[in-house]
């Protein structure tokens, strides 16, 4: 739970960072791969769908934020109810 919920702050976070950097929307997942982050591949793949999300934020209100840490709550704190979810799915209920 900690692990995968530190992933997802992580990706969030960088692309945060890549966003208050002025790093063009369209080069940013290329941006954070090409760091060579700590986390799995499949991390990086998941970092398109935040990009339109933390890139339709205004700059001077993301200064104001930290996504990563308000990420890593929300995953923990939802951990049970997702796991919930992703059963439910895949058992077709």
Do not use: H
Request: glycine share 2%; net charge positive.
């Amino acid at each position: 739970r900690d692990k995968a919920c530190s992933f997802q702050a992580e990706v969030v976070g960088a692309v945060q960072t890549a966003r208050l950097d002025r790093v063009r929307k369209d080069q940013v997942v290329d941006t954070i791969v090409a760091a060579n982050p700590s986390w799995p591949a499949q991390a990086s793949t998941a970092a398109a769908p935040v990009v339109d999300y933390v890139y339709s934020i205004k700059r001077r209100d993301l200064k104001k934020v930290d996504l990563a840490k308000d990420t890593f709550t929300q995953c923990i704190d939802n951990w049970a109810q997702l796991q919930e979810m992703q059963k439910s799915l895949k058992n077709g209920s």
